[in-house]
């Protein structure tokens, strides 16, 4: 089971993926966790999700799977459990979050709030992530080298 998570080939495809979604989820993941790029921090972002209803171990989960995840597809360690997670995380966020609002993101302000083209594009890279593994330069790929 470990292997199956872990295999990938050689192919430099996931790579860009991994790199283009993990630097984006990174700064997501850094805004609730670290207060980086303007976002509120760790303390700030749990009051916000506990006024939404969020349960204390869902906001917990949430900023450790965008600020780990990301890390782990940018250095393509456990690709595809990171990018299971994003893609879940995402997914949720879009359904709770973003469907009301129509599909486009509120380029011009006009909306009440964003769409949800972004994570259709999120989930998108995540799926493409899970059939592909890491792929190059991954620290899943020395695990998928047959012995």
């Avoid at 509120?40 to 869902?58: A, D």
């Avoid at 609002?101 to 083209?117: A, P, R």
Wanted: with cysteine; hydrophobic share 50%.
């Amino acid at each position: 089971m470990f292997k199956f998570i872990l295999k990938t080939d050689n192919s430099i495809s996931p790579l860009f993926l991994r790199l283009a979604l993990g630097a984006v989820m990174f700064a997501h993941g850094s805004q609730k966790v670290l207060g980086w790029y303007g976002g509120p921090g760790f303390e700030k972002t749990i009051q916000i999700f506990s006024g939404l209803h969020f349960p204390f171990w869902m906001t917990l989960l949430l900023m450790f799977i965008e600020f780990f995840g990301s890390l782990g597809l940018i250095f393509g360690f456990l690709t595809r459990p990171s990018a299971l997670g994003i893609g879940t995380a995402m997914s949720v966020c879009a359904y709770m979050n973003h469907v009301k609002n129509g599909f486009f993101m509120n380029w011009f302000g006009q909306q009440k709030g964003e769409g949800f083209e972004f994570h259709i594009l999120v989930a998108g890279i995540c799926l493409a992530l899970l059939f592909t593994g890491g792929g190059l330069i991954s620290i899943d790929r020395p695990f998928s080298k047959k012995r």
